[in-house]
């Protein structure tokens, strides 16, 4: 099955076609700008990649179009065939991600105008944690907060969560089912997940991406009272808006070392500049606290796995953070860790009590295997 994999951003539109069965890349692209460019609306964004289509694909025509949703809410546990009724539900789902479901709400209205006839399927980025036990999503929080406005756990990145805890059990040579591990989604992004008999049953993130993790813009984890606190006392901050802008895009690793790209930090930390090496130790420090909390809560994990920009590339940062993890037994096999690869690898030591794994993520490639199952199972 050819499916074209669509990530719709507010002014860009990135695509994948992936061949389901080959599993090859037949062709990708990325068009941005859309309303303040050349592109005036998703609509013309979709009508070039057609004719972008047409022309690498060569006669061939794709079968399904799969799509990247980032909120699915409590509504949506799994992949689902699109209909009007499910893009008006991604709609009402604007206030949960107010920068992103508007956005694929748009690029699925406009995939519907070019090609009418093709079957589409959300993959939502949340669907994966709605296993999470009531105890692990619930804020202790006056219960209104919840019931009128949804104020819980949802987590994110489930969809490089899922595809890596299923891959990493393949390496393994166990069943799925049967997997205890933590996964640490490590890139501009971040967040751990507790995995528990191939399920999530905690992660990091929260009722938006900012919780958990230092980041490489966001705060990762803070005391409410900061927030309050820069609101009342820190001139220019007296909005919630300016508070989002400051704690999402200027907070983080770019806050405490100039810059939030990991391999100029380890560059900077090696040349002995303070604020680097102090991003990197709050940072594996953090991570590091997370994965001793998931050993716990999945009863002793069978396996760590990196993956994402920096779990799968940064040596040095996977170093600093199994560096922590003596308590656990885990050790590093120093050797192994600096090898670069893009296969799924064991790194930890032959004396580590924890297999200590790299594995790639694919999230097109996850999105392009759900949109198959589902219309599989029609």
Known sequence: MLVLVINSGSSSIKY?????????VLTKGLIEEIGSGEVKDHAEGLEIIAGRLDEALGGRTVDAAGHRVVHGGERFSEPVLIDNEIIRAIERLAPLAPLHNPAHALGIRALVK????????????????RTMPEH???????????R???????GFHGTSHDFVTGRAAEFLGVPREELNAVIAHLGNGASATAIREGRSIDTSMGYTPLAGLVMGTRSGDVDPSVVTAARRHIPGLSSADDLDRVLNHESGLKAIAGTNDMRRIVEKAEQGDRGARLAIEMASYRLAGYIGAYHVAVGGARALVFTAGIGENSAPFRQAVVERLGALGITLDESANAERSDETRRISGPDSAIDVLVVPTDEEAAIAEATEAVLTAR
């Open 148 to 154: 009128k406005y949804g104020m819980r756990k949802y």
């Open 114 to 129: 070019t090609w009418p006839d093709l079957p589409q399927v959300a993959v939502f980025d949340t669907a994966f944690h």
């Open 16 to 24: 994948q076609v992936r061949d389901t069965e080959t599993h090859e």
């Open 136 to 146: 692990a999503w619930r804020y202790a929080v006056p219960d209104d907060w919840y």
